[in-house]
């Protein structure tokens, strides 16, 4: 069933959806899945460094263990998927490192769009989409149109993101309707809100997974994540398996989520 799900070595197996006979997929409680997760894919560069390569190479790794959670994410049928690729802060790496992650975005599509959109999935880009390489945004928009009718994972990339920017952005755009005579003050509610974010028609994050040992949410998906759980391992993104997702899924199942009542719901 592992190979059904992820196809041979250069082969591509459609697998059946739900893989609930999965082995993988034993220990999962199908009634008390996340509907949408999010992660914070940390520490490439550390696990380049560990064996000796380039920091480089540790993205490149990534975006392998990237294709396979996302495989995972359709056999589980979660709802979404939102990874965090580039913050508005990884604009100070050195020039060489931003450039090859650029390329590496333009790459994995070009490779894996077609794979993508037979998947049924719904890819779309958070963040200041504007601000990367031209080409790249071209790419990007090609994507999200041919994958727009789609009705599987939506599987949300950001990139050139970060949270309190685009509650900024949000915030511009609605003061902009409120002084154009548009939309009075008492009648902003947070639906007004969330339908200005990037993450416009997604339900809020249920759970936020970060590898690689740092326990923080670093500017991701702060409106979203109000009342997610939170999983951390001290793997690094390109040694994350289906297997730790699995675990994480599993974790989140036993979770007593409140929203700030009194009741587990
Ligand atoms: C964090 O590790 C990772 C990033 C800033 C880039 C994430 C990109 C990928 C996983 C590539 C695949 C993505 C797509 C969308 C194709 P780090 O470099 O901060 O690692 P470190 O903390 O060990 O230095």
Known sequence: MWKKLFGGAGSRETFEIPAKDSPLFERINWEKLPRHVAIIMDGNGRWAKGKGMLRTAGHTAGVKTLKNILKTAIGLQLD???VYAFSTENWKRPRPEVDFLMQLFSDYLKKELQEMHEDNVQIHFLGRIDGLPKSLQKQMRDAEALMKDNTGVKFNVAANYGG??????????????????????????????????????????????????????????????????????????????????????????????????????
């Open 80 to 82: 979404a998927l939102t």
């Open 164 to 265: 309190q920017d685009e509650l900024l952005r949000a915030t511009q755009s609605i003061a902009a309707k409120a002084a154009a005579g548009e939309l009075k003050p008492e009648d902003i509610t947070l639906s007004t809100i969330e339908n200005e974010l990037d993450t416009k028609g997604n339900l809020p994050v249920d759970l936020v997974i970060r590898t690689s040992g740092d326990l923080r949410l670093s500017n991701f998906l702060l409106w979203q994540s109000a009342y997610a759980e939170f999983w951390f391992t001290d793997t690094n993104w390109p040694d994350f398996t289906p297997e730790d997702f699995v675990d994480a899924m599993v974790d989140f199942a036993g979770r007593n989520r409140r929203f700030g009542g009194l009741k587990n719901t």
